[in-house]
């Protein structure tokens, strides 16, 4: 009887070994994030930056759709984005939008599928780069590249 536990064991890890997946998990403080001037690693940010990487075939029709509830701190009512409230009361509330480093006011022609990763640059140390215009917080959009 005590000799059939080891092979009981020696038969459970031979049977482990061969179904064991490794998950290609990817680890979340080596994720490049844009700061628009730089891309650093997460772990080295000291500032309050969220990504999204936007995956092909969403389903979503315009950008604004699929923004909302995917970043904390950004609300999206309609066209109208806000990052953590108003801030201003006779100003705008709007962010700063970049749509592959070109400043734009509607990014309601943007569809999911034509981009690639969107960055949400929310407090004062990440938005200094951008100075008045990006008090409100700043959203960097990068597009797909095509292939000709």
Do not use: F, W
């Amino acid at each position: 009887m005590k000799r059939i536990y080891p092979l009981l064991l020696i038969a459970l890890l031979a049977c482990s070994c061969g179904t064991a997946r490794h998950a290609n998990i990817e680890d979340p403080e080596e994720e490049d994030v844009n700061l628009g001037y730089q891309k650093i690693r997460r772990k080295d940010s000291t500032s309050a930056t969220s990504t999204v990487k936007v995956k092909r075939g969403s389903g979503y029709s315009n950008i604004y759709e699929y923004l909302q509830g995917r970043v904390a701190g950004l609300e999206v009512n309609g066209t109208s984005l806000r990052i953590r409230g108003d801030r201003s009361l006779l100003g705008s509330n709007e962010p700063l939008i970049l749509v592959d480093g070109v400043v734009v006011d509607d990014i309601s022609y943007i569809s999911p599928d034509e981009v690639e990763r969107i960055d949400v640059l929310k407090d004062a140390s990440s938005t200094a780069i951008y100075g008045s215009r990006g008090a409100n917080g700043v959203i960097l959009i990068t597009t797909r590249k095509t292939v000709q």
